[in-house]
């Protein structure tokens, strides 16, 4: 924040700077952007979740999650390549309630695993999901899912998204990186994909699209 704001001497907010650039899911979907730059950006977004982990970690602010994490809530600065996070009314700090986030919800992939994330019982207008580490890389790996596949992919079925994460192996894709998206609906604690995006390939990017998938994968499946 830049500043706080107060009325008749009491704090009711703050204000933020304004940040000039592009919204990171409108560069994800331009065909003007490279796909070494798209791979650069998807991977600065894990990179500030290592940095929020180190910030639990290291520092009294051990309970701070970004929770409704997806592409649109990113601007890039494309002329120094810098990545900044917006639009944090689902934050997770200590004790608060975040609201309702894109992929949190009972809708999503993540009701298959009721014991590795929680849902509340009475969400209200809050979200459905209880924010955590968990809940952060399943939602950034749905946001290189959904580069991957086309939006949806978190509307899939559980035979169908397993179907799918053997096609990118067929495809070849990191194994690595397939294993990551595996562990989303494991009781596996979710790990971090951003070191194995650097392998992807122009060639695997446009097989993994829906559309191509859908015409072949009664071949590979």
Known sequence: PDAEISVSGKVQGFTLPFIDGTNLSALLNSKEVSLDDKKYYLSKVGEILNQLRAIRNSTPLNDIYIGDLHSSNFI???????????????CKIKNNTPFISRYLNRQSLLKNVLGKYRFIKNPGEMGEVEVDENTDLYCYSLMILNFLYG?????????????????LEIIGIDKKLVNSFRDLVSNKDNTNPRNYLENLTEEQFVRSKRYVYEKVKNKYI
Do not use: A, F, Q
């Open 151 to 167: 939006l949806g992919i978190d509307r899939l079925s559980l035979g169908e998204y397993y179907s799918y994460m053997n096609y």
């Open 76 to 90: 890039v600065k494309h002329n120094n390549k810098t990545l900044k996070v917006i639009d944090l009314d689902s």
